[in-house]
């Protein structure tokens, strides 16, 4: 919050006016980055609105007939409507487990920040050494315990572990060490509320950047996670768009027609992520530059 | 990453009061670390002590306690070793590139010399919007000679050869994640007070001598972080490399360590696998915490 609003930059209009040519080679250097970055998603963007023989006789990076929403119908009716399926999968995945991930984080980070109890630094040091065990090197471990209880290759073998978010800790202990005063929950306290009504009708509300941060970056997190399920799912209808969007990759030498759904159900897959961001944007920024800086 | 928060002086009474409440913060959360985190990483060092144990050649196999016997097998395994070797080399080259790349786009960003900031900060960001997986189909499709929107190139240039795969997967790894670093370098610069720059300007100092001598001494701690959380993700490498496998016959089954575990752990050979992921873990966790330690010290001298 507190970096956003910081004064206004004097743009361009700084006392030492700089030359002609460094601003140009610098918008040269930004135009060039942006073709790198964009291209492949305005490739991925035409390429979807193709029919399958325009994709390779046409021009790849500009339109030929605009058959997006054909396209789009013939992967949703491919096999009963199975990449809907995986979408939805997704959608709950990340969704839920990246709301109830944030909840969690916010308040355990928000106990160490505000609270002082036994153990705290040493809670609070054991969480900080999760933050460097990455995902991917606990999904073998994962599979291991889940299949000693017979619970691989269900919703619950992906779901339960991405509730964890010890970056969502570290996050939140920051940014309510930072933003909540301790004279805002000691008020609520004289006016009788109860610590854990003050957390949710009080504190949250400074915390709300932060809470943003933690849950898109659980959220994508989760969305992307691609190691969990492919060791633990074996059954086609609890996959994640991305870990059928794979295996749909793996059969295109076998069944070539399958190509164009891959590249369609990409586009489709990575849209509700790129939504989620533009919209959000406004927290997430101030809510990383908090994070990013202690 | 400091770990001592100023204690506000209140009475430690204060844990005895709300004891009910911390239940309520620090349950959830704690019961759910201890079950995924905590557990699975024991059960797996447990696993990596068990061998397999047959009576005669037809006789039922058994898991019983052969001590260090996985250990022993992952370090004289040179297909592990190969991997790590690999991703090191990979981590070697494309880390440096990628937040090289990050910190002059920030930098850009943060000098008066670029308009359109706001466009420029959402086009390098979108990239990390797209899953790894359908990154790499993507780029899968870009590089191939065929179907490549840039067929000129992609036939002069094998990218999927033997040679090159590697370096093909670190562009996608790239593309991914330069707008995420470069947003965080650039989070650290917005921090930066403006009055720091007065005097250097008065000075007659350039924007390339202010970015030099100021800005990036400044965000030094943000480096350090995206270059720590770079190290783990490099270690860690699957998705991508995973996915050209449909691509191209030169990303074999042992590729990279996480490659190598995954089709160790579907042989089935699981106590050699765990015991491979013990060690990767313990790996990424030195190199990082080496990081960590040398730039705090070299901040601080």
């Known amino acids: ?294 | 990453m400091s770990t001592d928060t100023p204690t506000r002086g209140k009475p430690k009474s204060r844990a005895v009061r709300h004891r009910g409440a911390l239940l309520v913060f620090l349950a959830p959360f704690g019961v759910l670390f201890t079950l995924f985190y905590i557990v699975p990483i024991l059960y797996a060092i447990y696993q990596s002590t068990l061998v397999v144990e047959r009576d005669g050649t037809f006789g039922a196999a058994r898991q019983v306690f052969g001590g260090l016997t996985q250990y022993i097998a992952v370090f004289q395994n040179d297909a592990f070793w190969q991997s790590i070797g690999r991703v090191m080399l990979f981590g070697i080259v494309q880390v440096p590139i990628m937040l090289g790349l990050a910190l002059l786009l920030a930098l850009l960003l943060d000098s008066p010399l670029v308009r359109g900031t706001k466009f420029f900060r959402l086009a390098f960001f979108a990239p990390y919007a797209v899953p790894g997986v359908i990154a790499a189909i993507m780029w899968g499709f870009l590089y191939s000679p065929n179907l490549s929107p840039f067929t000129d190139v992609t036939r002069a240039i094998p990218f999927l050869s033997g040679e090159l795969v590697l370096w093909s997967i670190a562009n996608v790894v790239t593309w991914v994640y330069v707008g995420y670093n470069m947003l965080i370098i650039y989070s650290a610069l917005l921090a930066i007070p403006q009055e720091i720059y007065e005097a250097a300007r008065l000075d007659g100092a350039g924007q390339a001598r202010i970015a030099w001598s100021i800005k990036i001494p400044l965000v030094v701690p943000a480096l350090v972080l995206t270059g720590i959380f770079s190290i783990i993700g490099t270690l860690q490498l699957l998705a991508e490399p995973q996915v050209f496998r449909s691509f191209t016959s030169t990303v074999t089954s042992d590729f990279t360590p996480n490659l190598l575990i995954y089709s160790t752990a579907s042989v089935p050979n699981v106590s050699l696998a765990a015991a491979m992921s013990v060690v990767l873990a313990l790996t990424t966790f030195i190199l990082s915490f080496t990081v960590l330690k040398l730039t705090q010290r070299r901040t601080q001298a």
Do not use: C, H
């Not at chain 1, 970096?3 to 930059?9: F, K, S």
């Not at chain 1, 789009?72 to 109830?100: C, E, K, P, T």
């Not at chain 1, 900080?128 to 299949?147: E, M, N, Q």
């Not at chain 1, 074996?234 to 994640?240: G, M, S, T, V, Y």
């Open chain 1, 1 to 294: 919050m507190s970096a956003q609003t910081a004064p206004a930059r004097t743009k361009g209009r700084s006392s030492v006016q700089e030359s002609i040519a460094s601003r140009v080679l610098a918008m040269a250097v930004m135009a060039i980055a942006t073709l790198y970055f964009l291209t492949p998603i305005w490739w991925l963007f035409v390429a979807s609105t193709k029919t399958r023989g325009q994709f390779t006789t046409t021009a790849p990076l500009w339109f030929a007939d605009f058959n997006l929403f054909e396209n789009i119908q013939a992967l949703f009716d491919y096999r009963n409507a199975v990449f809907l399926r995986w979408l939805l999968n997704s959608a709950l995945y990340a969704g839920l487990g990246a709301a109830l991930a944030t909840l969690f984080a916010a308040m355990t980070g928000y106990a160490i920040a505000k609270y002082t109890f036994w153990g705290r630094n040493a809670l609070f040091n054991v969480i900080l050494g999760g933050v460097l065990v990455p995902a991917t090197a606990l999904a073998l471990p994962l599979f291991l315990l889940f299949s000693q209880i017979g619970a691989t290759n269900t919703y619950w073998a992906v779901f339960l572990p991405s509730l964890v978010s010890p970056f969502g800790v570290y996050l939140s202990r920051i940014y309510a060490a930072a933003s909540v005063p301790d004279e805002i929950i000691e008020a609520a306290r004289i006016d009788g509320a109860g610590e854990v009504k003050t957390f949710f009708t009080v504190s949250t509300r400074m915390l709300a950047p932060a809470l943003v941060t933690i849950f898109l970056f659980q959220f994508v997190a989760i969305w992307n996670n691609f190691f969990l399920p492919l060791i633990m799912l074996r059954d086609e209808a609890l996959f994640p768009v991305t870990l059928g969007l794979y295996v749909w990759n793996t059969q295109v030498s076998q069944i070539p027609d399958i190509r164009a759904l891959v590249i369609i159900g990409s586009l489709l897959s990575i849209i509700p992520l790129i939504i989620t961001f533009l919209g959000l944007q406004r927290f997430w920024q101030s809510g990383l530059a908090n994070g990013g800086l202690k």
